[in-house]
């Protein structure tokens, strides 16, 4: 059950917990000006995040060490808790803004879309280790793992969820891309999803409000265009060296959800050119060691799963850094180890863990 010898990538370790420290310190400075004004307590979300983050380092020290092979009988039973948490938040779940997204536990509010990625990416690589002669079949091989991913993301867009959607299905998508599916069929696939996409963001009004403000954020600067403004007000307002750590503007009411989607704005609002391309600098060194960790893994399902692991991480950064910069239209993602919020903090953690017990097995 435990991995004997063997050292973790000891970048991807640094990598994590400096973006984990820096997060503590960025989402104190972001949220304490609401937590005063809030619950009279400008350490409220502080003080939630460091427990969460407590809690996601022991799980990532213990699925470092834990053999990441003893997930693979656990394949199956995950994809149906996730569907069956998945379910379950569209009937008793909670949420802000007309989204339901968490499910209320005691003292936590889990996301099941968060646990669905991971599970999701410890599927398709058990499915495709197992079946690789079956690979590049597109009935055999294809399309049992595009049924339960589409089925997942029409769960998740039902919240909705547009942006965590896309995540699971990109990082699936790279997923059978490296596990050998026939590049003909994905293309294929690309193409007729084409259609369902363009449904999907037409049947909103508000998405396609999104997508207009993001053409053009100025033509509408009081209501669809105001996140990314104010955005953009934050990161040029920082400079090269920044305003300075707590001396933010944006976070006084100006930029929405300054403490989790947009927090890496006010980061480069106090911290510069510098705090964000240190940012930058730490996501590359996660996606770098990850990819030679997969394909330095001693089988195939260590590879897919490091791969998959990698892409999730890498993506969602991209994603969420894309949206604050205005280069992507906005869409509700966090960014990983550094955003104010428990069951991405959790997964992201979790999923860290198996990735360097991965690396711990890699031949020297």
């Excluded at 995040?49 to 092979?69: N, T």
């Excluded at 808790?81 to 936590?108: D, N």
């Excluded at 503007?249 to 959800?257: D, N, T, V």
Aim: aromatic share 12%.
């Amino acid at each position: 059950m435990f991995t004997k010898g063997g050292k973790p990538d000891l970048l991807i370790f640094v990598a994590v917990i400096a973006l984990l420290s820096l997060g503590l310190v960025m989402v104190f400075s972001a949220s304490s000006v609401m937590g005063l004004a809030d619950y009279g307590n400008p350490y409220h979300y502080v003080q939630r995040q460091i427990i969460l983050a407590l809690l996601g380092l022991v799980l990532m020290f213990i699925l470092m060490r834990v053999d990441y092979h003893i997930f693979k009988p656990l394949a199956l039973p995950g994809l149906l808790i996730s569907f069956i948490l998945l379910i379950m938040v569209l009937f008793v779940g909670t949420g802000t803004g007309g989204a339901t997204r968490w499910i209320r536990l005691p003292g936590f509010n889990l996301q099941p879309s968060e646990v669905a990625k991971l599970v999701m990416v410890n599927y398709v690589a058990v499915y495709l280790s197992n079946k690789r002669e079956n690979t590049r079949r597109f009935f055999t091989g294809l399309l049992p793992i595009l049924f339960f991913t589409g089925a997942q993301f029409v769960l998740i867009m039902l919240e909705p969820d547009f942006g965590t959607g896309m995540a699971l299905v990109f990082t699936v998508l790279v997923m059978l891309f490296a596990g050998g599916a026939h590049l003909g069929q994905l293309t294929l696939v690309g193409l007729a999803s084409v259609p369902a996409l363009y449904y999907l963001v037409t049947m909103k009004e508000y998405r396609m409000r999104r997508l207009f403000a993001f053409w053009d954020p100025w033509a509408d600067p009081t209501d669809t265009g105001w996140n990314v403004i104010q955005s953009l007000l934050a990161i040029g307002s920082g400079g090269f060296f920044g305003l300075g750590l707590g001396k933010s503007r944006q976070k006084f009411s100006y930029l929405p959800e300054h403490h989790t989607d947009f927090i890496f704005a006010i980061l480069c609002e106090e911290l510069g050119f510098l705090g964000g391309f240190s940012v930058l600098v730490l996501f590359f060194i996660i996606a770098w060691r990850g990819l030679r960790i997969a394909m330095r893994a001693p089988d195939l399902y260590g590879s897919l799963l490091a791969i998959g692991i990698t892409s999730m991480i890498a993506f969602q950064a991209m994603l969420n850094i894309g949206v604050v910069s205005g280069s992507l239209p906005v869409t509700g993602i966090p960014l990983p180890f550094i955003s104010h919020g428990g069951s991405s903090l959790l997964m992201s953690l979790a999923a860290i863990g198996i990735l360097l017990n991965i690396s711990r097995q890699c031949p020297d």
